[in-house]
């Protein structure tokens, strides 16, 4: 596709609820990250891939959080028994290179508003 | 604790004047540093950015300037228009890491 496509822009959830967000990145594109963004804040690093290959999970708050990328293209971040601090804007985005290595932009999505009451 | 640091949450311009962004980061072992703008309800589109290396890099209307014995980088838009009116992010990266690191973010309005 032409951008970075997320599902759904919104959800409500309840406490205790699972969710799962999905990313489509652009085409092609190695690199795929995803951030979370409470209210107020900057954008904070949840987990990396390269390809299929989860290579950073230092971000990912709890074992609640899980995010999959089994073909190396979409991806999947779940959430597991949501708490109320879990409420964010959930961005994903994807680069072309290899961050680090020189003129690397990532391109996000839209993001996924989840709101857990 | 945040390394990398907006500390005006808010800026107001006027349109055809300049606006000065700025970031302060912690830090040393960044050396790559981007800035990012976003619309309401849209993901954050990449704008700009300057490698460590360099003290200056230049695109359009928009220079980022990069201090690097301060760990301060500047964004500056040159004139200002009312479309520029949107949260700008400062995001650095550690070369070998994958992550980027983000500010809080600078609320720009540009008064028509």
């Known amino acids: 596709g032409a951008g970075v496509s997320q599902s759904p822009r919104y959800k409500v959830a309840k406490r205790g609820q699972d969710v799962a967000l999905r990313c489509d990145p652009i085409s092609g594109h190695v690199s795929l990250f995803w951030y979370q963004q409470a209210l107020g804040q900057g954008p904070e690093f949840l987990t990396y891939f390269q390809n299929e290959a989860q290579l950073d999970k230092s971000g990912l708050p709890s074992d609640r959080f899980f995010a999959e990328r089994p073909e190396g293209s979409v991806s999947t971040l779940k959430i597991q028994r949501t708490q109320q601090e879990d409420s964010a804007v959930y961005l994903c985005?994807?680069?072309?290179?290899?961050?680090?290595?020189?003129?690397?932009?990532?391109?996000f999505g839209q993001g996924t508003r989840l709101t857990v009451v | 604790d945040q390394q990398v640091k907006q500390n005006s949450p808010s800026l107001s311009v006027q349109e055809g004047r300049i606006s000065i962004l700025n970031c302060d980061y912690t830090n040393s072992m960044f050396d790559y540093f981007l800035w990012y703008k976003k619309y309401p309800a849209e993901g954050p589109t990449f704008l700009i950015s300057?490698?460590?290396?360099?003290d200056k890099n230049e695109d359009g209307r928009f220079t980022v300037f990069l201090n690097k014995s301060a760990k301060h980088l500047s964004l500056h838009i040159v004139p200002s228009q009312p479309g520029d009116s949107a949260v700008y992010f400062c995001a650095a990266n550690q070369g070998g890491s994958e992550k980027l690191v983000f500010g809080k973010g600078t609320k720009l309005t540009v008064n028509p």
């Open positions: 300057i490698s460590s290396i360099k």
């Open positions: 985005a994807s680069s072309q290179t290899r961050p680090g290595t020189g003129d690397t932009e990532a391109f």
